[in-house]
């Protein structure tokens, strides 16, 4: 588990990557960014909405990330950046925002 709520499964889940045979697998300093940016950020987020907040987008390697025309500096690669949405209806995107 990356957090309480974020499976690490879940944080590198790619449809694209699947499709095109991806590796989406972080390294240890990716990892730890992921976990810390769950804790600091995710969990109380998620508290402050009152529930389930879909993750669209966490971890994207390299190969990933410039398959589907990401940035080359995107902070996904490092496991620095999370999108997110709420499609369960507790807020909307500019309330958690």
Sequence with gaps: ???KHISEKEATKSIT????GLANTPNGN?????????E???EP??????????????????KLNTAIGG?????????RAI?????FGYKTNAEMF
């Design 1 to 3: 588990m990356i957090s």
């Design 17 to 20: 990557a699947l499709r095109l």
């Design 30 to 38: 990716a990892l730890a960014n992921m976990k810390q940016l769950a």
């Design 40 to 42: 600091k950020i995710f």
């Design 45 to 62: 987020l998620r508290e402050h909405v009152g529930g389930a907040i879909k993750i669209n987008s966490m971890f994207r390697s390299e």
């Design 71 to 79: 940035s080359s500096r995107s902070q996904h690669c490092q496991g």
């Design 83 to 87: 999108d997110l949405d709420d499609t």
